[in-house]
């Protein structure tokens, strides 16, 4: 041994120096390699193995063989093998930052940080000024960054003097706005696209002018931690994000008109798909329990729209997907597009118009420039596929059909993932879609599922994911919703409907075992349609609303509320009360505290205020009146009489409640 290296003492400096370098090259490059390829959990585990032990075997082969012909004397084999160990070292830097690109661009999908802002804005005709005559509404609501956080750093910053009205509600402030009580709002920046789907405020871009603006850089205040794993059946949400940002790292609140949950079971690569319609009666966690419509808790963020799902179906939530809609646009074409059935539209005007294609506005909703295809099976690009997923005109059952076209768009995508033939077609994908994503999944269960994807194809030679349509049913109800403060469209679902969905989801989830189907019929004539969960109608009792008493007969009333078992209560508006019209008949009903459009199921009382044209000086009793269902055949009706003193305590108790 001391001899071996008393000659590679007496070797030429210019010699050792190339087998020293070449050889740090070689370990430092090869050992990064492998700490990159150790990174990669759950991708080609015996591949990386095989690599692995590869490159150690070539570096210890290496080390000897050089140290031999370096005390040899043998210098060209030397720069022969020291110029092989830098083809190999290039091969391990590039392998390393394709590596770290991958990691990189997938930790990047979980947006740990986020660009919240807020702007103060006005009615266009508005000017801003900074004392206390301008009166500014601010969200009661101490946690939501974009409506109180930023906006009470952003008054501090700029040592405004304005004078601050809290709310509870943003449409109550809205509605506040625009009709002169307040002269600002403070509000999220998303806010054209969040209210603008609602028809009070389809103008609200051109009706409103956004005076001072404040961004800041925070922790993401909706992500939520998940530790469940991939190897196993788990639950996703999809959110559909109409978001004006440009990207989800700088967009919190949201206008959720697409939520799909999926159950995906990667032992059978079966996935039960559930698109709830956007305009869906339910109550919304963040609101205490308030219901109202589903979409309108993405204005609230991402875990109230999550904890309100859950709420609705029972089933825990594993990952959340946030999608903006160039992130659709730009996740098809990396796949190169999908194969879609596009539906044949069941209006025939719709037909007419656009020569039989489906035709939708674009990403931006600009009707001038439609996207439109064929109908039919059809190979769509990212603009077509998500205008099929958006297009409910010419189509008579209108959401329903929606859904349906998200569903078969995310079945496409579903079977077009195989397509990925390469790492780079990997890379490409990921770094395209990055900033239109975002996922509280972590990079160890997205390295995880390729794993799982990948056993699963080749135990089932090669199937792609099965994925079982469903359809929530139920029927369109015009109401008053109170977070929303207005008459709205409402779609009520039924219980029956949406428990079969819900059973299904945990037959995916292998919470609970599939019903066996022992009988099977068809016919020869006609087309085999797989059937679609929760796709019935029920016969269940509907939900009904209250109407407009006013300018009806007090007897039309009391008759509405013999039939549903309603008390009524009469507060009777006579010559010295506020209100009182002499033009209008005796009887006549002025006002009611149940507002028109609340839910009859919601109240036992109403109290109405009728025209009374009796002199109050003429009589020292007034009339409290009151209709139930009677327990007798002959007495429908039951009226007391109080002393006037009572009537008015009464009235005045029942003067505040409708107020």
Known sequence: MKTMFKKFHNASLSIKLVYIISTLLLFGTVGFFIYNLIRLQGIETSIRAIIITSLIIVCLI??????ILLIAKKKVPIYITSFIVII????????SMTINKILSSMGALSKDTVIYTTNLITLSGTEFVDDETFVTGIINNETDVEGNILAYELINKDKMKIKLEKYDSYFEMLEDLYSGKIKGMFVSSNYVITYATYEAYQSIGEQTKVVKEYSKEMKNQDYIENYASVTEPFTMLVMGVDSSAGSLKKASSFNGDTLMLIAFNPHTLNATV???PRDTYVPIACLNGDSSKINSAGAYGTKCVMNTVQNLTGLNIDYYVKVDFQGVIDLVNALGGIDVEVETPTSKGFLNKYNGQVCESDAHRNMGNLICMNTGL????GDQALAYARCRHGYLDGDFARN?????VVEGAFKSVKNISSVNDFYTILDTITPHIDTNMQTKEMLSLYGVAKTAFQNNNGATINVQRTQLTGYDLTMYVNNIRANVYTFQYYPQSLEEIVDAMNVTLEKKKATMIKTFS???NKTYKVPVIGQRYYSVERNETVPNFKGQTLEQAKAWALQRNKTVNVQWIRKDSPGYDETLAEGT??????IKGKLVKDFTTITLQV????????????TSTSVTKSTSNTEATKTTETTEATTKETTQSTTKEAE
């Open 62 to 67: 290496y080390l000897i063989l050089n140290f």
């Open 378 to 381: 059809q190979h769509l690009n």
């Open 611 to 622: 025209i009374s044209h009796v002199d109050p000086s003429s009589t020292t009793t007034t």
């Open 522 to 524: 068809f016919s020869a």
């Open 404 to 408: 349906r076209h998200q569903q078969v």
């Open 589 to 594: 009903i002025i006002g009611q505290d149940i």
């Open 274 to 276: 559930f698109s709830i």
């Open 88 to 95: 190999i070292a290039a091969f391990c830097v590039i392998g």
